[in-house]
């Protein structure tokens, strides 16, 4: 009897572990963007573009979202609810409107006065639009990119750094009575989330592989028209007949 136990133990064992590899647990799956006519007037580099700059939209709202959860405080200066708050900046960053707060600053400028100490207004919209309006002047102001539009490298890798040094300001400097400027990461003995620096890290990772990318288009480009001529010229069929 013991010796049916002890064999059949490693058989257990074994099921056990198919079992799980059978039924691991889901992580998602990769999700393209609906089609739509507009890309007809689009190359592959300004899809991409395109695709970046939404998801780098994307990350500044969920950051936005985070935020006014966890400092409640700003959205009751902006609007009677979250949802409300969250909204109206939405609209402001896609229709391309100054916010109020910023004192018709824009760009680095309003970047600057939404992480200054001294500034009143709601600071989680504040620096949301500001940096989202700093990412789409990075962009020639423009979100959706076509075939006549054109990138510049230099400006998007100094947008990417601007993002860095707002996301080191917003977890170091503090307001004249010694609070943060807003709650965000939290490092503790009863708590640990970095999920503010993580979306910041996508923005800036994104932001350079843009960068990156517009620097190798023309040398890739160069590079093409070589390797069709050579192509053209060794790699024909030979007539059999």
């Known amino acids: 009897m013991r010796t049916r136990k002890l064999l059949s133990l490693p058989i257990f064992c074994a099921a056990l572990l198919a079992g799980c590899a059978s039924s691991s647990a889901p992580h998602g799956q990769v999700k393209g963007a609906d089609a739509s006519s507009r890309e007809m007037g689009q190359s ?12 780098n939209l994307d990350s500044l709202y969920l950051l936005m979202s985070k935020l006014y959860r966890r400092n409640p405080a700003e959205w009751k200066k902006t609007a009677a609810t979250r949802d409300e708050a969250e909204k109206k ?22 970047m600057a006065l939404a992480l200054s100490p001294e500034f009143k207004g709601d600071r989680v919209a504040a620096f949301i639009d500001a940096t989202a309006d700093m990412i789409i002047v990075a962009h020639g102001n423009r979100i959706e990119f076509f075939l006549l539009d054109g990138l510049d490298a230099q400006h998007l890798y100094n947008a990417a ?11 170091s400097r503090r307001t004249a009575a010694g609070a943060p400027l807003l709650l965000s990461d939290e490092i503790g003995e009863q708590a640990r ?19 990156e990318f517009m620097t ?25 007949r």
């Open 193 to 211: 989330n970095l999920s503010f620096e993580r979306e910041f890290g996508k923005i800036v990772g994104r932001l350079d592989l843009m960068a």
């Open 44 to 55: 592959d580099t300004n899809r991409v573009a395109t695709l970046a700059m939404r998801a």
């Open 89 to 110: 900046v939405r609209q402001a960053i896609e229709q391309r409107q100054a916010w109020p707060e910023l004192q018709g600053k824009r760009d680095i400028q309003a």
């Open 161 to 171: 750094r601007n993002v860095e040094i707002a996301a080191w300001i917003l977890a």
């Open 216 to 240: 190798e288009r023309y040398r890739r480009a160069g590079i093409s028209y070589v390797q069709n001529l050579l192509g053209g010229s060794f790699l024909q069929f030979l007539p059999v």
